[in-house]
């Protein structure tokens, strides 16, 4: 874990939110939470090639709340790739497994916004199934 880089450390950080979200430990703020770390104009590329707006991954986080038991994730690989003074594109590879051993990798790619105050924004994220 890198904490001195704003964007590792949000990695870091919504993704213990959504584990807790997916594993029903999460406390009744959290989607709440969640959503607020993602741009008004937020988007998702899923695995799938389906496009979500912020709308859709609100759905879509609301139906997965509890739904996966025991699940971890795990980040690793964080690089960036490309920093400017009001934000960057990130790459790194998120390893996923629940409670009944289902498991997946994902390399994904996020544009994150970053403001005045140091406040990380997703603005983009597409994700790609992968092999370890």
Not at 9 to 33: N, P, T, V, Y
Not at 116 to 123: S, T
């Amino acid at each position: 874990m890198n904490h001195s880089n704003p964007y590792f450390k949000e990695l870091d950080d919504i993704h213990l939110e959504i584990q807790a979200l997916f594993d029903g430990s999460a406390d009744e703020g959290a989607l709440q939470r969640i959503m607020a770390r993602f741009a008004p104009q937020f988007t998702l590329v899923m695995t799938s090639g389906v496009a979500l707006d912020h709308a859709g991954v609100r759905e879509i986080f609301s139906k997965l709340h509890g739904a996966r038991p025991g699940s971890q994730i795990m980040i690793r690989d964080r690089e960036i790739v490309a920093e400017y003074p009001s934000g960057a594109v990130v790459k790194y590879r998120e390893y996923q497994r629940d409670g009944a051993g289902n498991a997946n990798v994902r390399r994904s790619t996020a544009v994150m916004d970053l403001d005045a105050h140091g406040k990380v924004m997703w603005r983009h994220l597409q994700e790609t199934f992968c092999a370890e």
